[in-house]
């Protein structure tokens, strides 16, 4: 069965300083998709960054970047220039490619992420 | 225009009542999805849905039920609710485009569920 880990519960950093998050899961799979969410105060649940097993190249989403390393097991999402809007919970999650139209999502625990003025 | 809608969205209740939140989805997506969130923000699929299969987590209790009218909307019922039923609700929703491409998940703005 997939897990994902996210050994950070919390995160603290002055902001427009670089946070990094990590991640990392457990899967048989060779093929499969990662992501990062965004649940802010409000509760929407806001997807950040996603990235293919199969692709080498780091995902970029202009302040958002990711570090995959697929040997590792590894996906962590490093925030630059950190805003105070960037206040939030961050979940890393894993999706293998679905069987029939079972697409579900396995979720890691969370970081709350706490930037400061 | 709002992608994934949810009603109500908070819910205060008496633990042995029976409740519903309503999830509708005006992306045109083939698949839906119920989450549950608990107080430690941990976040737990309980049911995806189509229109050709309804994949239940096995771990879900059977006072929980999916209901979908149409393709655009999946509703949670919860029969005799319980205290451990407080959680916070979520509705995805994603487009079935086939077994090689991702598929990103929609959500709703969530239901906070309060058993009393």
């Known amino acids: 069965a997939q897990t994902v880990t996210q050994s950070q519960p919390e995160m603290s950093v002055q902001e427009a300083e670089t946070v990094t998050l990590s991640c990392t899961y457990d899967t048989s799979e060779s093929n499969y998709y990662l992501f990062w969410y965004k649940q802010p105060p409000s509760r929407q649940m806001i997807l950040v960054i996603r990235?293919?097993?199969?692709k080498q190249q780091n995902a970029t989403e202009n302040r958002f970047s990711v570090n995959f390393q697929k040997a590792a097991k590894s996906f962590s999402l490093k925030i630059s220039d950190s805003q105070l809007g960037d206040t939030a919970m961050y979940f890393c999650a894993f999706m293998k490619p679905p069987l029939g139209s079972n697409y579900q999502l396995i979720w890691g625990a969370g970081t709350k992420l706490i930037i400061k003025p | 225009d709002t992608a994934v809608s949810q009603t109500p969205k908070y819910l205060v209740t008496q633990m042995g009542n029976d409740k519903s939140i309503k999830c509708e989805q005006n992306l045109g997506h083939d698949t839906m999805y119920w989450y549950k969130q608990d107080s430690k923000k941990f976040l737990k699929i309980m049911f995806s849905y189509n229109n050709k299969e309804l994949i239940i987590n096995e771990t879900v209790p059977n006072r929980f039920s999916p209901k979908s009218p149409d393709k655009a909307h999946l509703n949670l019922h919860i029969n005799s609710l319980e205290l451990g039923d407080s959680a916070v609700y979520f509705c995805?929703?994603?487009?079935?485009?086939?077994?090689?491409?991702?598929?990103?998940?929609?959500f709703g703005p969530g239901t906070r569920l309060t058993v009393l």
């Open positions: 990235q293919e097993a199969y």
């Open positions: 995805a929703s994603s487009q079935d485009v086939g077994t090689a491409t991702y598929n990103e998940q929609f």
